[in-house]
């Protein structure tokens, strides 16, 4: 962890904002998993505002490595104040072949693993916790709205990703959390047709 020789006017500004932050709703599915969890644009759309008013602002920047990504996520004040700490996360990809070596990361898993350590950072600069979508009416929720993509985009980019996902630098999955990180989602129709390619 980093920080410049005072944080007080930044540790007020914080603890201001924390007190306005909408709970974080977990809105996304992880398949693998069969989990909820709230995905980095909700946690961002949720504080964003928040921290803007109080004059503060969260910098993210990524390094790599050959088998890993290090994520600095840098909280700064309007008075020049900031903290910052680094997350480094792995890739652990096996072969399942014995003879073979661990598998390589590739640009995909470079920006799985971004997108992950970016998430957890900022959640944990934050001290941001994922709120379970019980119903509780006590807490405001903060649940994005995705609108619907368009038939015409959809046309328009559908042999590009086929062509990606036949060349697995992309999935399904990968390419819907793309649009849904733009705000928007693909129809039922739109993902039945993409999972026969």
């Known amino acids: 962890m980093n920080k410049s020789e005072s944080i007080a006017e930044l540790a007020a500004a914080l603890s201001k904002a924390q007190g306005q932050f909408d709970a974080v709703v977990k809105d996304s599915k992880n398949p693998f998993f069969k989990s909820m969890y709230a995905d980095l644009a909700t946690c961002i759309d949720a504080t964003r505002p928040h921290l803007s008013k109080n004059g503060l602002a969260i910098i993210q920047m990524l390094s790599g490595m050959q088998n890993g990504v290090t994520v600095t996520t840098m909280l700064t004040h309007e008075s020049g ?14 072969s399942d072949k014995p003879d073979k070596k661990d598998l390589p990361m590739n640009v995909q898993d470079a920006g799985g693993l971004a997108t992950y350590a970016r998430r957890y950072s900022y959640c ?24 619907d993509y368009t038939d015409e985009r959809f046309q328009a980019n559908k042999e590009t990703w086929k062509e990606a996902i036949k060349d697995k630098k992309h999935t399904v999955e990968s390419i819907h959390a793309f649009v849904k990180s733009k705000g928007q989602k693909f129809t039922a129709l739109q993902l039945d047709e993409m999972g026969e390619w």
Not at 81 to 94: E, L, R
Not at 124 to 147: C, F, P, S, V
């Open 81 to 94: 104040q900031f903290i910052s700490s680094d997350f480094t996360v792995y890739h652990t990809a096996k």
């Open 124 to 147: 944990a600069m934050l001290g941001l916790a994922q709120e379970d979508n019980d119903g509780n009416g006590n807490i405001k929720e903060y649940k994005r709205e995705y609108t």
